[in-house]
Protein backbone atom coordinates (compact mmCIF):
# COMPACT_ATOMS: atom_id res chain seq x y z
CA UNK A 1 0.00 0.00 0.00
CA UNK A 2 1.54 3.68 -0.93
CA UNK A 3 2.14 6.03 1.55
CA UNK A 4 -1.36 7.68 0.44
CA UNK A 5 -2.92 4.81 1.36
CA UNK A 6 -1.98 4.05 4.72
CA UNK A 7 -2.29 7.95 5.77
CA UNK A 8 -6.13 7.75 4.34
CA UNK A 9 -6.53 4.41 6.13
CA UNK A 10 -5.40 6.08 9.22
CA UNK A 11 -7.26 9.68 8.75
CA UNK A 12 -10.70 7.29 8.09
CA UNK A 13 -9.99 5.26 11.66
CA UNK A 14 -9.15 8.40 13.14
CA UNK A 15 -12.60 9.75 12.01
CA UNK A 16 -14.46 6.72 12.97
CA UNK A 17 -13.02 7.09 16.71
CA UNK A 18 -14.27 10.63 16.42
CA UNK A 19 -17.33 9.52 15.48
CA UNK A 20 -17.85 6.60 18.10
CA UNK A 21 -17.00 9.30 21.00
CA UNK A 22 -19.62 11.34 19.92
CA UNK A 23 -22.14 8.50 19.37
CA UNK A 24 -21.50 7.43 22.96
CA UNK A 25 -24.87 6.29 24.79
CA UNK A 26 -25.68 9.03 27.85
CA UNK A 27 -26.24 6.19 30.38
CA UNK A 28 -22.95 5.06 29.52
CA UNK A 29 -21.27 8.21 30.02
CA UNK A 30 -22.91 9.06 32.92
CA UNK A 31 -21.49 5.27 34.51
CA UNK A 32 -18.57 6.24 33.60
CA UNK A 33 -18.59 10.04 35.16
CA UNK A 34 -17.82 10.61 38.96
CA UNK A 35 -21.24 12.01 39.45
CA UNK A 36 -22.45 8.49 39.09
CA UNK A 37 -19.60 7.34 41.63
CA UNK A 38 -20.97 9.84 44.33
CA UNK A 39 -25.04 9.60 43.62
CA UNK A 40 -24.08 5.60 44.08
CA UNK A 41 -22.80 5.68 47.18
CA UNK A 42 -25.25 7.63 48.40
CA UNK A 43 -27.71 5.08 47.52
CA UNK A 44 -25.64 2.86 49.25
CA UNK A 45 -26.03 4.46 51.94
CA UNK A 46 -29.36 5.01 52.85
CA UNK A 47 -30.73 2.50 51.07
CA UNK A 48 -28.14 -0.06 52.87
CA UNK A 49 -29.21 1.41 56.20
CA UNK A 50 -33.02 0.94 55.25
CA UNK A 51 -32.34 -2.72 54.38
CA UNK A 52 -30.49 -3.32 56.76
CA UNK A 53 -33.28 -2.45 59.80
CA UNK A 54 -35.83 -4.24 57.18
CA UNK A 55 -33.78 -7.62 56.96
CA UNK A 56 -34.87 -8.33 60.77
CA UNK A 57 -37.92 -9.31 59.51
CA UNK A 58 -37.64 -12.25 57.26
CA UNK A 59 -41.28 -11.94 56.35
CA UNK A 60 -40.54 -9.10 54.11
CA UNK A 61 -38.44 -10.76 51.17
CA UNK A 62 -40.23 -8.50 48.52
CA UNK A 63 -39.81 -5.27 50.46
CA UNK A 64 -35.90 -6.18 50.37
CA UNK A 65 -35.85 -6.86 46.66
CA UNK A 66 -37.71 -3.56 46.11
CA UNK A 67 -35.51 -1.52 47.79
CA UNK A 68 -32.53 -3.07 46.66
CA UNK A 69 -33.72 -2.22 43.00
CA UNK A 70 -34.23 1.06 44.22
CA UNK A 71 -30.79 1.10 45.47
CA UNK A 72 -29.46 0.38 42.14
CA UNK A 73 -31.69 2.50 40.08
CA UNK A 74 -31.14 5.43 42.42
CA UNK A 75 -28.24 7.20 40.77
CA UNK A 76 -29.94 7.70 37.41
CA UNK A 77 -33.24 8.42 38.91
CA UNK A 78 -31.45 11.65 40.74
CA UNK A 79 -29.63 12.34 37.29
CA UNK A 80 -33.31 12.66 36.06
CA UNK A 81 -35.14 14.36 39.23
CA UNK A 82 -31.78 16.87 38.57
CA UNK A 83 -32.25 17.38 35.23
CA UNK A 84 -35.77 18.08 35.28
CA UNK A 85 -35.65 20.30 37.68
CA UNK A 86 -33.18 22.12 35.89
CA UNK A 87 -35.01 21.98 33.05
CA UNK A 88 -38.04 23.45 34.83
CA UNK A 89 -36.62 25.53 37.37
CA UNK A 90 -34.04 28.45 38.26
CA UNK A 91 -30.31 27.67 38.72
CA UNK A 92 -30.46 29.30 41.77
CA UNK A 93 -33.82 26.79 42.85
CA UNK A 94 -31.38 23.61 41.73
CA UNK A 95 -28.52 25.00 43.99
CA UNK A 96 -30.53 25.60 47.10
CA UNK A 97 -32.25 22.27 46.85
CA UNK A 98 -28.90 20.38 45.45
CA UNK A 99 -26.50 22.16 48.49
CA UNK A 100 -23.14 20.32 49.35
CA UNK A 101 -25.13 19.76 53.03
CA UNK A 102 -28.59 18.58 53.73
CA UNK A 103 -30.84 20.81 54.43
CA UNK A 104 -34.87 21.09 54.96
CA UNK A 105 -34.92 21.36 51.05
CA UNK A 106 -32.58 18.81 49.93
CA UNK A 107 -33.65 16.03 52.74
CA UNK A 108 -37.03 16.41 51.07
CA UNK A 109 -35.80 16.54 47.71
CA UNK A 110 -34.01 13.26 48.66
CA UNK A 111 -36.73 11.45 50.24
CA UNK A 112 -39.13 12.47 46.96
CA UNK A 113 -36.83 10.71 44.83
CA UNK A 114 -36.43 7.75 47.17
CA UNK A 115 -40.45 7.25 46.76
CA UNK A 116 -40.22 7.49 43.14
CA UNK A 117 -36.75 5.73 42.08
CA UNK A 118 -38.22 2.93 39.79
CA UNK A 119 -40.68 5.41 37.30
CA UNK A 120 -37.99 7.89 37.36
CA UNK A 121 -35.04 5.70 36.58
CA UNK A 122 -37.03 4.36 34.25
CA UNK A 123 -38.21 7.29 32.61
CA UNK A 124 -34.66 8.56 32.31
CA UNK A 125 -33.68 5.50 30.25
CA UNK A 126 -36.20 5.70 28.23
CA UNK A 127 -35.97 9.27 27.21
CA UNK A 128 -32.33 9.08 26.69
CA UNK A 129 -32.16 5.66 24.57
CA UNK A 130 -35.13 7.94 22.18
CA UNK A 131 -32.86 10.53 22.15
CA UNK A 132 -29.69 8.63 21.43
CA UNK A 133 -31.64 6.86 18.82
CA UNK A 134 -32.68 10.33 17.20
CA UNK A 135 -29.19 11.60 17.03
CA UNK A 136 -28.23 8.72 15.62
CA UNK A 137 -30.81 8.39 12.63
CA UNK A 138 -30.10 12.51 12.35
CA UNK A 139 -26.17 11.94 11.47
CA UNK A 140 -26.91 8.95 9.29
Known amino acids: MSKNGSRYTKENRRKQLILKRKRSHP ?19 IFGMIIYSVSKET ?3 MLII ?5 MLLFPFAKKAGDDLIRY ?8 IINEGRITDHGSIYLFIIMIITIPLAAGYFVYYTIDYYNKFKDNN
Open 27 to 45: VRVFIRSRDFLAKSIISIM
Open 59 to 61: NNL
Open 66 to 70: YITTS
Open 88 to 95: YFSEKTFK
